[in-house]
């Protein structure tokens, strides 16, 4: 299966039509975002494979995404843990602590140290509206993950990636050219940049009508029974 | 397994609790809720015994999960249609009925026409802040739901049960005292009346921490894997 991307622009378009015109609020859109990530997380890395899991928040709403999806993921008997070193400020990433903190999910201070005592990492950095550069602490953090041999599975795009143009340039002065996350799961839609991208490969967002999906020239994927994510196959060479 | 249950007083506060200690918004719990209800259809009536439900929506927030269902059910592959006579005038009901209305879920006038042409009712009329009497047109309702032999999914309750007392005494002039849902999701924790109650159980509400559990006497039921809910057996007579 292969599915038609959606630019930066007509994604932060979608999600204001789902908003304005579909009726969805934030809240609702984020608790289904962070649902199939969590979804994701238990397809590419069951229980089986180890409980930590070390979800990297961004300052945005794909962070928020991945504090949603820290919350399921505790339910589900993993053992999260949050390194959220630019905390968004709005009442809804409030919140979404809150419920992370009664569950005595550790929001840690040391993102080196956290490396070393996890099975996973989620990289819930940056969406489709990233736009370089990134600032500190990010570069650092990038670096940590191309190097890591822990698997890492991003949100809707690999975190330092340029969503239309991919990875950064070998050789120049922003990390991220060799940062290839085991697994990435799109949000909506797949983004540009996965053209760039080996590996496993999820879409998310069991709720686009197909007024909106034509609107945007997007595919609607055939998910199965009551799943919120689908595999769409693993990115390979030979689809570049 | 059995669970302890919780008081329609208690469940109220619960729910207090979730908001104002848990920091979740009405949004999110209303669509976790309703997505429980939308796994229990599937569990209980998967697409195979037939696609069409009638959704039929109270005023207050057993409406609203009812509502939410319907949208992952339409996404599911089914065909569900909305009974919502009297319908809840705040903002979030509002975006719920977009949400329906743009995946051309339709509105339906006329219950008893709709009972001719559906393979499975939910019962999304009351919850655990029902209070007698029953008033127009929901009596009709409660007499046709008792009749009809097209099964029911009630959630939280059988619509028209005293959540303390169970079912209204045989006779009386209250309908519903023969009504027996053919299955029961209860939200967060089963209500008492749930005693009275045969037929198949599942319970939703994978959000609830140990602290509010404990604060409320209430059991943690073991969920498996990544589901919203999990089946609790079948009430039974030699049970009560």
Request: proline share 8%; aromatic share 10%.
């Amino acid at each position: 299966m292969s599915l038609k991307a959606i630019s930066s622009k007509d994604a932060a378009a979608l999600d204001k039509d789902l908003m304005d015109i579909g009726g969805f609020s934030l809240d609702q859109l984020m608790e289904l975002a962070g649902l199939s990530v969590s979804q994701a997380v238990y397809r590419f890395h069951p229980l089986t494979k180890g409980k930590r899991v070390l979800v990297v928040c961004g300052p945005g709403n794909n962070g928020g995404d991945g504090l949603v999806a820290a919350r399921h993921l505790a339910h589900y008997g993993y053992a999260p843990s949050i390194y959220y070193p630019k905390q968004g400020k709005n009442e809804l990433y409030e919140r979404l602590k809150i419920q992370l903190q009664n569950l005595q999910v550790p929001f840690v201070p040391d993102f080196t140290a956290a490396l070393q005592s996890t099975d996973l990492i989620v990289d819930a950095i940056f969406g489709f509206s990233f736009q370089k550069p990134l600032r500190e602490p990010f570069p650092s953090i990038i670096r940590q993950l191309e190097e890591t041999k822990i698997p890492v599975l991003s949100v809707d795009a690999p975190s330092s990636w340029d969503i239309q143009e991919g990875p950064p340039k070998a050789g120049g002065e922003e990390p991220g050219a060799t940062f290839m996350p085991a697994a990435l799961i799109s949000l909506t839609a797949p983004k540009p940049c996965v053209k760039w991208y080996k590996g496993r490969h999820f879409v998310g967002g069991r709720f686009l009508t197909k007024e909106i999906a034509d609107k945007y020239d997007l595919d609607l994927p055939e998910y199965s029974g009551i799943d919120q994510i689908v595999e769409v196959g693993v990115n390979a060479d030979e689809k570049l």
